[in-house]
Each structure stands twice: as C-alpha cells, then as structure tokens.
C-alpha cells in the first residue's frame, strides 16, 4: 500500500521568505500523480500544484514550485515570497494513474505560520 | 467551473438519529465520488469511494450499515449516517472526480461538520 510522510508537522516562515515544506511517499508503482493541497482554516482543501511522476520537468505554478526526486520517492514544495494568506494545513497527496485506486493517500499535513 | 457542493454546511443531530448529506457536482458530471473524514488537527481520511449507479466501496474499517453512501446521478452523492452517536462527530469532506477529463482531477467539496450531542 502507498503511504505519504511529511515530516514537518509544523513550520513558520516571515512574510516574503521562501519555505520548503518536506514530503515522502512509497510506492511500487512506476508512474502516479502526486498532489500539494493547501486547507485554509475555512477547510476548503485547494489545489496548489500537480505532479505526474513520468514528467522530468519539475512543476511550478506561480509563487509555488516542487522539487521532485523520483529515484528519492521525494516531493518538497517551495513557497516564495511568502503572504500572509498562504498561512494554512497544506497536504502532500498520492494518486495512482490507473482506474483503480483513484482515491488520495493524504499525508499527516504540515500547518505553515505565516509572520508578519 | 469545476464546483462540488455539500449540504448542509454543518448539522446538530440527536444520538440514535439518522442525518443525510448531499455532495453535488454543479457544473460537471462525475462518474466517481469520494468521501472522506477528517478528525480536528488530522488529515483526511478515506471512508469509500461512491461509483455512479453501483455499489459503493467502503475501506477498511468503516461501517457499511452505519455509513451508507448512495450514488444515484452523475451529479449527486449522499452520505447518511444512521444511528449516529457522539464519535461520529467529525468533518465530512467529498471529492468528485469528472466524467472524461484527466482522470487525476478531483474537486472538493466545502465540507459538513457533524455534531452528535
């Protein structure tokens, strides 16, 4: 079975710094897509990037990027510039590619401060 | 575009009373639903998966009769907790995943917080 680690149950960062949030994953699979979701305190869970695991090319979506080392099973997220509206619950998630299975395996979750 | 709804937002029921909450796609039509619970300060965790006009698959551990999950349409799935008792109190989020499109996309729902008193 797939497992999702993010080691960091908790991390800070002042306003317009950089943070790096950790997670790894186990899998047996070869190709899988994997998720950053962002849960502000309303508990809406968000999208903030996607991964498939067969692409070399690190994904970026404005302020957030990853760095993804398949080889590693590792899938840290980079926030720059950070704002205070980043502040949130963010998860690290799983997919596999195929029909079967299509639900998430989330991770613990790490709760990002945002200081001013 | 890509909107799932739950309804309600949040519900107070009685001990032993049954309550039913709604997941809808509004503006696309979803062959798989998800449903998840998620305890205050944890992650989510998944209860079953809900296929359009089948049966739903529940995961291990979680109560079949207690939680039954009904997937009628392409656009909606409901959750009835039946009997529910003080520890079914919890966040129940959907997810739903679109007909014909990349099969990684899925799109949560806002969340129901159940209280059983």
């Known amino acids: 079975a797939q497992t999702v680690t993010q080691s960091q149950p908790e991390m800070s960062v002042q306003e317009a710094e950089t943070v790096t949030l950790s997670c790894t994953y186990d899998?047996?699979?070869?190709?899988?897509?994997l998720f950053w979701y962002k849960q502000p305190p309303s508990r809406q869970m968000i999208l903030v990037i996607r991964q498939e695991a067969y692409k070399q090319q690190n994904a970026t979506e404005n302020r957030f990027s990853v760095n993804f080392q398949k080889a590693a099973k590792s899938f840290s997220l980079k926030i720059s510039d950070s704002q205070l509206g980043d502040a949130a619950m963010y998860f690290c998630a799983y997919r596999r590619i195929d029909n079967y299975g299509q639900n998430f395996v989330f991770g613990p979750g790490t709760r990002l401060s945002v200081l001013p | 575009g890509a909107v799932v709804s739950q309804h309600p937002s949040w519900v107070i029921c009685k001990s032993g009373t049954s309550v039913k909450i709604e997941c809808r796609s509004l503006d696309f039509q979803a062959t798989t639903m998800f449903w998840y619970r998620q305890f205050p300060k944890q992650s989510l965790m998944l209860m079953a998966t809900?296929?359009?006009?089948?049966?739903?698959?529940?995961e291990q551990g979680v109560e079949k009769d207690k939680f039954l999950i009904n997937h009628a349409s392409l656009t909606l799935s409901t959750l009835t907790v039946t009997s529910a008792h003080p520890e079914d109190s919890s966040f129940y989020i959907c997810s739903a995943a679109p007909l014909g499109l990349v099969p990684s996309e899925q799109y949560f729902g806002p969340g129901t917080r159940l209280t059983v008193t």
């Open positions: 809900s296929n359009e006009g089948s049966k739903a698959t529940y």
């Open positions: 899998t047996s699979e070869s190709d899988y897509y």
